[in-house]
Antibody, heavy 120, light 110 residues
């Protein structure tokens, strides 16, 4: 069974940093691209970042470019999102999602999300 | 304001048919990028509903169908059921290497 479990969320002050993790199981993690997608409270979905299976292709939403870094450890079956210079509008539930088909592919499995709250 | 435009809400009675539109532009849907659709039930993670414009993953009822034409795409739901009440999102891609989600549509079953 495919499972994606996010962790690392919490309360952080504006300007602070946080590292999210996504533990993958039930599939060959190293064969799949991955995405981070976030959802602010009461709002819609927003794509955050993409990483290909071997980390050769990485893309970011303009809203996080230069502040967030996506990475993965295929040996540990884990996906990461390093977030810095956090702002209030980064407050959201952050989902990791498995990507089928590479860039322009679809997200066929999603984690349950981890809440990040940026507030003083 | 999302680059992909969806109606904020749609509604229908049980058994009826509803459609949800997703309108983009020549730099995204119109640039021949595929469209995917997701369903999000209250308090849960999104679930893949339609991929590659019109394909249903296994387990998704054939009451759900997708189509794409030009710079727009549509999700149709026939034989509306109470359990279909959820938020629906389209997704596509842009020539500037961005993935895009529509603003979401809340479906109410009357």
């Amino acid at each position: 069974e495919v499972q994606l479990v996010e962790s690392g969320g919490g309360l952080v002050q504006p300007g602070g940093s946080l590292r999210l993790s996504c533990a993958a199981s039930g599939f060959i993690f190293s064969s799949y691209s991955m995405n981070w997608v976030r959802q602010a409270p009461g709002e819609g979905l927003e794509w955050v970042a993409y990483i290909s299976s071997g980390s050769s292709s990485i893309y970011y939403a303009d809203s996080v470019k230069g502040r967030f870094t996506i990475s993965r450890d295929n040996a540990e079956n884990s996906l990461y999102l390093q977030m810095s210079s956090l702002r209030g509008d980064d407050t959201a539930v952050y989902y990791c999602a498995r990507d089928r088909g590479g860039w322009t592919g679809y997200n066929d499995y999603w984690g349950q999300g981890t809440l990040v709250t940026v507030s003083s | 304001q999302s680059v992909l435009t969806q109606p904020p809400s749609v509604s229908g009675a049980p058994g009826q048919r509803v459609t949800i539109s997703c309108t983009g532009s020549s730099s995204n849907i119109g640039a021949d990028y595929v469209v995917h659709w997701y369903q999000q039930l209250p308090g849960t993670a999104p679930k893949l509903l339609i991929y590659g414009n019109s394909n249903r993953p296994s387990g998704v009822p054939d009451r759900f169908s997708g189509s794409k034409s030009g710079t727009s795409a549509s999700l149709a739901i026939t034989g509306l059921q109470a359990e279909d009440e959820a938020d629906y999102y389209c997704q596509s891609f842009d020539t500037n290497l961005s993935a895009l989600f529509g603003g979401g549509t809340k479906l109410t079953v009357l």
